[in-house]
C-alpha cells in the first residue's frame, strides 16, 4: 500500500468526522428565537391634583368623575341634582358618585380620603379604557365647607388628546347651588366655622338653581347675624387642577 493512498483515506476520514461534528453540533443547539412582542395597553391612567387657592375655605374630599361628553355634574341656570345638593351643603360625596356611576356616559369615578385645607393640595387616580378614550372628559367638585351651599370644581375638562406624561391645568370658581339661603349662620354651616347642619331636603333658596356665587358677606361687612368674617370671603379661582397622563 503506497504512501500516497494511505495520506488520502487519513485526509478522507479528517473530513468525514468534522462533517459528523458540525452535524451533531447544529442539531444541539436550537436556533435563535425571537421573544414575545408586548403586550399593548388595554387603558389609560390620569393623576389629578387638586390644590385649595382660598384662605380660610377648607374644601370637602373631592369627588372626581371620568366620563364622556355627555355627561355633566351640573349646568348653570338649571337645578342641582340631590347627589350635587347633598355635596354642596353637607360636603360628602357619596350621593354625587352614585349618581354618577349610574349614567351612561360615566367611565370612572373616585374620591379623596381627605378634606384639603386652604393652601393644601391632593391627588387621585383614575383610569379609563382606551376605547373610550377619544371623547374622555374629568370633572371634579367638592364643597367650600365654611358657607351653606358653596361649591366648586371642574365640569368636563378634555383629557382624551393627552399622550403619557402629557398634563393640563384648569381652574375652578365659587358656584352656589341655589339648594340653601346663605344665612351664614353656624347652623347651617357645616365646616370648623360653624359645625352645624349639613343636607337638609329642603330646598330654602328662592331660585333653586345653580349660579355663580356671589361671595361672602360676613358681619365685618354688616350682615349682622353672619357668623362668618372677612377671612371666609374668597376670590375666584378658588381651586387649582392638573390632570397628568401617567400611563
Known sequence: MSIHYLQRMRTV?????????AACSSDDVPPPTSP??????????FEISVTNLTNAQPL??????????????FSVGEP???????LAEGGSNADL?????????VLATVASANPIPPGGSTSVRFTVLLTELPTA???????????NDAFTGINGMPIGDLAVGDSRRGSGIAYDAGTEANTEEAIHIPG???????????????FDRVTMHSGVVGRDDGFATSD????????NPVLRATVTRVE
Open 80 to 86: 342641582a341634582t340631590v347627589g350635587l345638593e347633598v
Open 36 to 45: 414575545p412582542a408586548p403586550t399593548p395597553p388595554s387603558s389609560a391612567t
Open 228 to 235: 362668618l368674617d372677612n377671612q371666609h370671603r374668597f376670590d
Open 97 to 105: 358618585l352614585v349618581e354618577a356611576a349610574g349614567d351612561d356616559g
Open 13 to 21: 476520514a479528517l473530513v468525514a468526522a468534522g462533517l459528523v461534528i
Open 60 to 73: 370637602s374630599p373631592i369627588a372626581v368623575i371620568g366620563h364622556d361628553d355627555s355627561y355633566r355634574v
Open 192 to 206: 370648623p366655622i360653624g359645625g352645624g347642619e349639613g343636607f337638609n331636603a329642603d330646598r330654602d333658596d328662592r
Open 137 to 147: 372628559e374629568v370633572s371634579v367638585s367638592t364643597m367650600l365647607v365654611n358657607t
